[in-house]
């Protein structure tokens, strides 16, 4: 009798250990998996390479065809049903810098299969007449796109505008910020060229460069003038930063993207969790336009417009010089905050 009582006693205490060790061993899955899911330090995850993503075919062999019958409004409402197609907010904004290479960072990135681009600047979040118009009207200026590709914006007003991020906080708290940037005197040059081609279609005239950089009364920089403050990105930024954290934003070198795009495109793959896509195939020198053009297929390739690429005028080297030592640390500000660092004066 005591021998069957020890027995069952025994049996009780084996179930009572293996439950205790399956528990502990599903305790420690469990932290194992979520040490994985949310890593300690965001931004070395966001370094990390992404998970391969399965791009169904069919998003290949419809994004050039399809879509683009869309976009020039051929497509049936059958059709966008029976492919399931969904007008979309953005995932990820480039909201500037004004003359940084934006439009070329949106053309390349819109050449990766899971992206789609919005091709106007939409300027939904800088305008107010827009803005009250409502999140609605917004998504309706969105193309079509399948439910797992991404929608990308980029209107660069957005970046140097008082409201806007609070305005996009408010849409997206957790959406992903794109800049492009370039050397801040660079910059100002091609922002004064766009502006003085206006000026000349118009048959107007327009003061010279140094004169408007460039206070005539103190000889100091003239931070009044809208291509110098607009080279201030530390200053813009540091109005983001207000709403969301450093690692939403990926600062993209527009002096790089135009010299060697490829290794710039990568990052922002990376940055926008996709797969690695875009290769050297769909890059390639035109030396008749000095730029690289954008190659889809082996019957589809484009160069950007004819805008993009002016040739700046001559600019009198002590004004430059004034302005990359009045720019210098401004752009140690950004370098340190961003953790992005330039050869820049
Ligand atoms: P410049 O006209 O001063 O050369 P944005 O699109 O933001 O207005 O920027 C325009 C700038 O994009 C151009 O400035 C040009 O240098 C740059 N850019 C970068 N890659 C380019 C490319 N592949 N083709 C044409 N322009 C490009």
Known sequence: MLFKQQALLRQKLLVLASLAIGSLLYLVARVGTLDRLQPICPIESRLAPPEPEQIPLRTLQFK????????????TKEQIRLHNLVQ?????IIIGVRKGGTRALLEMLNLHPAVVKASQEIHFFDNDQ?????????????????????????????FITEEVPERIFKMNSSIKLLIIV????????????????????????YHKFEKLAIDTNTCEVNTKYKAVRTSIYTKHLER???????????IVDGDR?????????????????????????NLYFNATRGFYCLRFNIVFNKCLAGSKGR??????????????????????KFYQITGRTFNWP
């Open 182 to 205: 370039r050397e801040p005197t660079t910059r100002a040059v091609s922002d004064y060229t766009q502006v003085l081609e206006g000026k000349e279609r118009k048959n107007k005239t």
């Open 88 to 92: 979309q907010l953005p995932r990820a």
């Open 64 to 75: 050039r065809g399809l879509l683009h019958e869309l976009r020039k409004g051929n497509a």
């Open 240 to 250: 983001w930063l207000k709403y969301f954290p450093v690692e939403q934003f990926h």
């Open 311 to 332: 040739i700046h005028p001559e600019v009198d080297p002590s004004v430059v010089a004034k302005l990359q030592k009045f720019f210098h640390p401004f752009n140690q």
């Open 130 to 158: 827009n803005y009250a118009r409502g999140i609605d009207w917004y998504r309706g200026k969105m193309p079509f796109s399948f439910p797992h590709q991404i929608t990308i914006e980029k209107s660069p007003a957005y």
């Open 257 to 281: 993207l135009i010299t060697d795009p490829l290794p710039e495109l990568q990052l922002v793959e990376r940055f926008l969790n996709l797969p690695s896509r875009i290769s050297q195939y």
